[in-house]
């Protein structure tokens, strides 16, 4: 059964946003999926997250918002890793309450299509949990492919994850559909 992605856009921040950005920085199940530590923000420390987030060239942060309400679902953060291969890495964090309902579809092929358009972007590269599941069907489904697998602590003390790198080679050509 094929589902069609709901429709998303990538769009700048907006104070309505740090609400919920408050809540998914703060949410230690969601951090943990992303490799990522919670280490308690305050708005304070969210609006100097964002502010770190946003400046300087090779540096994209955006709020995935539902087309229709503009009601945020998530964010997406990516960085020029390689400017001789136009290369980028990135992630990309939906609320629990998205997950699993075609948003992350629909935010990849935005943001390939965005990366590629605005940037130049030929290569794009991730890391994931190897145990998301869901995130790596999502990936392979869109023709990312695992190079690499490693261990990394994420929470002191924790044992270590494993850690599935992947990446996709794309144009500005391709059709993102």
Not at 82 to 101: K, N, P, T
């Amino acid at each position: 059964m094929t589902t069609k992605a709901p429709p998303v856009k990538l769009r700048d921040w907006r104070e309505t946003d740090l609400p919920l950005l408050m809540d998914m920085r703060n949410n230690v199940a969601l951090q943990a999926q992303l490799l990522s530590v919670v280490r308690g923000s305050d708005e304070a420390a969210v609006r100097a997250w964002l502010t770190r987030r946003t400046e300087g060239p090779g540096r994209i942060f955006r709020v995935i918002a539902e087309t229709g309400t503009n009601a945020p679902v998530g964010y997406l953060q990516a960085d020029l890793a390689d400017e001789r291969l136009d290369g980028w890495s990135f992630g990309i964090c939906l609320d629990e309450r998205f997950q699993g309902a075609g948003y992350g579809t629909a935010v990849l092929i935005a943001l390939e299509r965005d990366l590629a358009d605005k940037f130049g972007a030929r290569h794009l590269k991730l890391e994931v949990d190897s145990s998301n599941d869901k995130a790596i069907r999502c990936y392979r489904r869109l023709g990312y492919a695992e190079y690499g697998t490693v261990a990394r602590e994420v929470t002191p003390g924790d044992a270590p994850r494993m850690v599935l790198s992947m990446a996709k080679q794309i144009d500005r050509q391709e059709d993102h559909r």
